[in-house]
């Protein structure tokens, strides 16, 4: 992820790393599954390359807690945390311009606008950093919830890949949560990420 922001910063647009974001491991410890935080890594990579403003998008089904804490105990101005939810693990609560928005498959893509219009107020960004989890996909056993279909998922990559063409915000993202089980085997997992890099292709010709 680091070597991803330095090549965002470098030359604009939009690169990506397939590999999770680590968003649970907090300041003193890891947490579920996540020895080390990678989302704040490529975060403190963006800031030691100069930049400014960081913001952290984060859709995986499952909050950011660990990334949160961390925002928490390092930074002040220079990053933003946006996080949309659809799962109670390592939920941490809103505080200031950092906003964790829980969803259900009722108001999902509702959420999704909503944090989005709430990150482009927070604005302007020198780069983001996306953490693109595919979990909250209705067959995926950990962290799935019914109603959020593989078009729901689609629509949610193409409204973030918008605000970053229509915000000039160079991006990161990351593949992160997708789980597979009795529902959805290794090619379904790939198959969800897909749309997540079709979008973002569009950065880069827009």
Same mark, same amino acid.
């Given at each position: 992820m680091a070597a991803a922001v330095t090549y965002v910063?470098?030359?604009?647009?939009?690169?990506?790393?397939?590999?999770?974001?680590?968003?649970?491991? +907090?300041? +003193?410890s890891g947490t579920g599954y996540c020895t080390f935080n990678g989302c704040v890594a490529?975060?403190?990579?963006?800031?030691?390359?100069?930049?400014k403003r960081v913001l952290l998008l984060d859709f995986d089904a499952?909050?950011?807690?660990?990334?949160?804490?961390?925002?928490n105990r390092l930074y002040k101005k220079e990053v933003v945390h946006v996080d949309v939810t659809v799962s109670p693990f390592d939920w941490?609560?809103?505080?200031?311009?950092?906003?964790?928005?829980r969803a259900d498959e009722d108001n999902y893509v509702a959420t999704i606008?909503?944090?989005?219009?709430?990150?482009?107020? &927070?604005?302007?960004?020198? &780069?983001?950093?996306?953490?693109?989890g595919m979990d909250p996909f209705e067959d995926c056993g950990i962290g799935g919830m019914r109603g959020i279909t593989?078009?729901?998922?689609?629509?949610?990559e193409r409204l973030v890949a918008q605000w970053c063409i229509d915000t000039k915000?160079?991006?990161?993202?990351t593949l992160a949560g997708g789980y597979t089980?009795?529902?959805?085997?290794l090619e379904g997992v790939a198959r969800l990420h897909l749309p997540t890099i079709r979008e973002f292709q569009r950065i880069i010709v827009s």
């Open positions: 910063l470098m030359n604009g647009g939009v690169a990506g790393s397939l590999s999770s974001g680590m968003h649970h491991a +907090s300041y +003193s490529a975060i403190q990579r963006a800031l030691d390359m100069g930049a499952h909050s950011g807690g660990g990334s949160m804490d961390i925002i941490w609560k809103s505080n200031g311009e950092h906003k964790i928005y606008r909503k944090a989005l219009n709430h990150a482009r107020a &927070c604005g302007p960004f020198d &780069c983001i950093v996306y953490n693109a593989r078009e729901v998922l689609e629509e949610r915000t160079p991006a990161l993202f089980g009795h529902n959805l085997d």
